[in-house]
């Protein structure tokens, strides 16, 4: 009996000493700036959706979801956690909805990120439980200009905050109680598209007494010290003004709706920073913070003001030092350009929600490859239709079957995204310069005549001097060495590549699929994964 006891002890003790050994879902920066999530000790690429935001309030409709979303070859889930359901009491916390999710997306063999829908979402403070909504003395609104509250909570409240604080740091230690093992859940969003309106700052009085105070000291110090790579709509605020070290927000930063923005931007932020310092103390998962995108030429108050814009990201960085990442939600503008104003400051890029559309296909392979983002994921993915849902499908088995090999080589990888508009993109990658048309830029092409051209994506990896494998779908590539312009590049040889389990099948090309010799192509709605093999001759 003693030795069964004996055997029970260290049974336990390796199987405690391996939970606590486990490290969590993190995300880690490489040596030469690249981001990299990390998941069960491995690196993982997030193939996701965003669930609409109803899509979790009921525990018998999330079941019909996870099968489509399995098909549609998706690692991961971007799902909603509604305040108002997980404690409609205060005090009181109802997790069958979390515990659901959690279990129905393990069954499904998909991983989940979840949203707090908090104190706002989508600008607005609908998500708060009903004892919220009723008690406005206790949990006071924004005013306007002219003293009208709107359905926003202030983030002056220290009653709202602390309520905040409380929820979402029982959420974590739930989900650290019934997943820390498993890893499910990898990373979570707090609060949902953070943003003031219909004016630029709110006018409640706590908030006039901070907006006359001076600007706190940790800010002034971030924008000294960081001075070199402030962006110029927060430089040239503080240039006006001669850089003022101290004064209050007009003082330093003068007298402007942008400045009534930089204020609101730094609030929200903190209060921010506050929630996901609570969390993390008790299960460090990483997390993010959204935004909805401002349209050009739009005074800050017309549009959800103060979140994590590209314009404010300084800001944020500055205050919120338990954020992760900050994230663009794509709905308009160019897409491109969304990318790189995300892609800096040493900020890691994630797109957790994009128009859902048959673009989607294409455009994930520019996101992932050029930009190295952490992943990509279009908006209530469960309602897609087919003709938006079967490209992306092809576009994530592709990049399922390449992410090892993506996730090993990223300095050596890019990505482009091409239409009718941007037809070519030149790339540098080693040796060589890689030019990737649409290949309806080939006039024998079915499709080349149409008057819109099929989107057409694909992402690049040099796994070798002069060893290529591309992945996506209507592209036509061509090679040259720029290191020796007296040399000429060949292509030595050409494979479609299947993966087989942990394999490779290889099927050569050659003759008319490479154009004698001349460039790689895959078709016009086609999806394929080849290896070229370059050689140099005179």
């Given at each position: 009996?003693?030795?069964?006891?004996?055997?029970?002890?260290?049974?336990?003790?390796?199987?405690?000493?391996?939970?606590?050994?486990?490290?969590?879902?993190?995300?880690?920066?490489?040596?030469?700036?690249?981001?990299?999530?990390?998941?069960?000790?491995?690196?993982?690429?997030?193939?996701?959706?965003?669930?609409?935001?109803?899509?979790?309030?009921?525990?018998?409709?999330?079941?019909?979801?996870?099968?489509?979303?399995?098909?549609?070859?998706?690692?991961?889930?971007?799902?909603?956690?509604?305040?108002?359901?997980?404690?409609?009491?205060?005090?009181?916390?109802?997790?069958?909805?979390?515990?659901?999710?959690?279990?129905?997306?393990?069954?499904?063999?998909?991983?989940?990120?979840?949203?707090?829908?908090?104190?706002?979402?989508?600008?607005?403070?609908?998500?708060?439980?009903?004892?919220?909504?009723?008690?406005?003395?206790?949990?006071?609104?924004?005013?306007?200009?002219?003293?009208?509250?709107?359905?926003?909570?202030?983030?002056?409240?220290?009653?709202?905050?602390?309520?905040?604080?409380?929820?979402?740091?029982?959420?974590?230690?739930?989900?650290?109680?019934?997943?820390?093992?498993?890893?499910?859940?990898?990373?979570?969003?707090?609060?949902?598209?953070?943003?003031?309106?219909?004016?630029?700052?709110?006018?409640?009085?706590?908030?006039?007494?901070?907006?006359?105070?001076?600007?706190?000291?940790?800010?002034?110090?971030?924008?000294?010290?960081?001075?070199?790579?402030?962006?110029?709509?927060?430089?040239?605020?503080?240039?006006?003004?001669?850089?003022?070290?101290?004064?209050?927000?007009e003082t330093v930063f003068g007298k402007s709706l942008n400045t009534d923005e930089?204020?609101?931007?730094?609030?929200?932020?903190?209060?921010?920073?506050?929630?996901?310092?609570?969390?993390?103390?008790?299960?460090?998962?990483?997390?993010?913070?959204?935004?909805?995108?401002?349209?050009?030429?739009?005074?800050?108050?017309?549009?959800?003001?103060?979140?994590?814009?590209?314009?404010?990201?300084?800001?944020?960085?500055?205050?919120?030092?338990?954020?992760?990442?900050?994230?663009?939600?794509?709905?308009?503008?160019?897409?491109?350009?969304?990318?790189?104003?995300?892609?800096?400051?040493?900020?890691?890029?994630?797109?957790?929600?994009?128009?859902?559309?048959?673009?989607?296909?294409?455009?994930?392979?520019?996101?992932?490859?050029?930009?190295?983002?952490?992943?990509?994921?279009?908006?209530?993915?469960?309602?897609?239709?087919?003709?938006?849902?079967?490209?992306?499908?092809?576009?994530?088995?592709?990049?399922?079957?390449?992410?090892?090999?993506?996730?090993?080589?990223?300095?050596?990888?890019?990505?482009?995204?091409?239409?009718?508009?941007?037809?070519?993109?030149?790339?540098?990658?080693?040796?060589?310069?890689?030019?990737?048309?649409?290949?309806?830029?080939?006039?024998?092409?079915?499709?080349?005549?149409?008057?819109?051209?099929?989107?057409?994506?694909?992402?690049?990896?040099?796994t070798n001097p002069g060893e290529f494998w591309i992945g996506g779908t209507s592209?036509?590539?061509?090679?040259?060495?720029?290191?020796?312009?007296?040399?000429?590049?060949?292509?030595?040889?050409?494979?479609?590549?299947?993966?087989?389990?942990?394999?490779?099948?290889?099927?050569?090309?050659?003759?008319?699929?490479?154009?004698?010799?001349?460039?790689?192509?895959?078709?016009?709605?086609?999806?394929?994964?080849?290896?070229?093999?370059?050689?140099?001759?005179?």
């Amino acid at each position: 009996m003693q030795k069964f006891k004996w055997i029970l002890f260290l049974c336990a003790t390796f199987v405690i000493s391996g939970v606590f050994a486990q490290k969590t879902p993190e995300i880690v920066k490489g040596k030469q700036g690249d981001f990299q999530m990390i998941v069960n000790g491995k690196h993982f690429l997030i193939l996701g959706g965003e669930l609409g935001n109803s899509a979790t309030s009921d525990v018998d409709e999330m079941k019909g979801i996870w099968p489509k979303l399995q098909k549609m070859n998706l690692n991961t889930v971007l799902a909603p956690v509604y305040w108002e359901l997980m404690e409609p009491v205060e005090g009181n916390f109802d997790f069958t909805l979390v515990d659901a999710m959690i279990n129905q997306a393990r069954e499904s063999n998909l991983h989940l990120v979840f949203l707090w829908f908090g104190t706002w979402k989508n600008s607005m403070s609908c998500y708060t439980p009903e004892w919220i909504k009723k008690d406005f003395k206790r949990f006071p609104r924004t005013l306007d200009k002219s003293g009208n509250p709107s359905e926003i909570v202030s983030a002056f409240s220290k009653n709202i905050l602390a309520s905040d604080i409380k929820a979402f740091s029982v959420l974590m230690t739930h989900i650290k109680s019934v997943d820390a093992v498993l890893q499910t859940v990898i990373m979570i969003q707090v609060e949902n598209e953070i943003g003031q309106l219909p004016e630029a700052r709110d006018y409640s009085v706590d908030a006039c007494k901070a907006f006359q105070t001076e600007v706190p000291y940790k800010l002034m110090n971030y924008l000294t010290k960081n001075k070199a790579i402030l962006l110029p709509h927060i430089k040239d605020l503080w240039a006006k003004n001669g850089f003022l070290q101290t004064g209050n927000w007009e003082t330093v930063f003068g007298k402007s709706l942008n400045t009534d923005e930089l204020f609101t931007a730094w609030n929200y932020a903190v209060f921010v920073d506050k929630v996901a310092e609570s969390g993390k103390v008790i299960y460090n998962l990483p997390i993010y913070v959204n935004c909805a995108l401002n349209r050009p030429n739009v005074d800050p108050g017309k549009y959800p003001s103060g979140g994590p814009l590209p314009h404010l990201i300084n800001i944020w960085q500055a205050a919120a030092s338990h954020i992760d990442m900050l994230s663009p939600d794509v709905y308009h503008g160019d897409f491109r350009n969304w990318c790189v104003q995300y892609d800096k400051l040493n900020n890691a890029l994630f797109m957790p929600e994009i128009k859902m559309e048959p673009e989607n296909a294409a455009q994930v392979f520019y996101v992932l490859g050029r930009h190295k983002a952490l992943g990509y994921c279009p908006f209530s993915i469960e309602s897609a239709s087919e003709n938006e849902a079967t490209p992306l499908q092809k576009s994530y088995r592709v990049l399922d079957n390449l992410s090892e090999m993506i996730l090993a080589n990223r300095p050596k990888t890019d990505g482009v995204y091409l239409d009718k508009v941007h037809k070519v993109d030149t790339l540098l990658i080693g040796d060589y310069q890689v030019v990737i048309a649409h290949v309806c830029t080939l006039p024998w092409t079915d499709g080349a005549k149409a008057e819109k051209w099929t989107p057409a994506g694909c992402i690049i990896i040099e796994t070798n001097p002069g060893e290529f494998w591309i992945g996506g779908t209507s592209v036509v590539c061509t090679f040259r060495n720029v290191k020796n312009k007296e040399l000429t590049t060949g292509i030595l040889s050409a494979d479609i590549c299947i993966k087989q389990e942990n394999s490779w099948k290889y099927i050569r090309l050659n003759g008319d699929q490479t154009h004698q010799g001349r460039h790689m192509r895959i078709g016009s709605g086609e999806w394929e994964i080849q290896c070229i093999r370059l050689y140099d001759y005179k």
